[in-house]
Antibody, heavy 117, light 106 residues
């Protein structure tokens, strides 16, 4: 079983930057495919990024492409989301989730990002 | 790939049989997953690969479909089933979700 814990969410001004982290526990982290999914207040789920176990394959949603960068450190069993040029519409709870083809089987509890002046 | 769920909201009673549908804008084979989310909580996977019950999920949940049309069925609603439900395609990036269905108590 995998446990995921997100951190780093806070209040940021528009145009600012922030890095979110997702720490994992459990074995075989190197083979875990990971994703970031966000949920704006009162809205549905939005997938925003994927990274393969080795980090060689990365995908982004159009809404964040060019502004957000996903990465991972397998030695530290961690995944990151570097977010630049933040906008009010990026305000959301950000979840990390493991999996891909067979769905997202493990989720963290989420971390809240608020973008506001 | 656009995922469209219906209905957006649904009122039902304990013991009812409920069906939620999800339609993909193009064929996604069987790469369709269903999630349940309760207020203040993270999503939980119920069904993967259109019809495979995730370990630990009650058997009253079932999924069917392939190609572009899919359904999630709850055979006999229990009080703990009142929540929001989302479909998601894992066929190709971006791994889009449906807009959600909120299941409320009648």
């Amino acid at each position: 079983e995998v446990q995921l814990v997100e951190s780093g969410g806070t209040l940021v001004q528009p145009g600012g930057s922030l890095r979110l982290s997702c720490a994992a526990s459990g074995s075989n982290f190197n083979s875990n495919e990971l994703n970031w999914v966000r949920q704006a207040p009162g809205k549905g789920l939005e997938w925003i990024s994927y990274i393969s176990g080795g980090g060689s394959t990365i995908y982004y949603a159009d809404s964040v492409k060019g502004r957000f960068t996903i990465s991972r450190d397998n030695a530290q069993k961690s995944m990151f989301l570097q977010m630049n040029s933040l906008r009010a519409e990026d305000t959301a709870i950000y979840y990390c989730a493991s999996g891909r083809r067979r769905g997202f089987d493990y989720w963290g509890q989420g971390t809240q990002l608020t973008v506001s002046s | 790939i656009q995922m469209t769920q219906s209905p957006s909201s649904l009122s039902a009673s304990v013991g009812d049989r409920v069906t939620i549908t999800c339609r993909a804008s193009q064929s996604i084979s069987s790469y369709l997953n269903w999630y349940q989310q309760k207020p203040g909580g993270a999503p939980k996977i119920l069904i993967y690969g259109a019809s495979n019950l995730q370990s630990g999920v009650p058997s009253r949940f079932s999924g069917s479909g392939s190609g572009t049309d899919f359904t999630l069925t709850i055979s006999s609603l229990q009080p703990e089933d009142f929540a929001s439900y989302y479909c998601q395609q894992s066929y190709s990036s971006p791994y889009s979700f449906g807009q959600g269905t909120k299941l409320e108590i009648k």
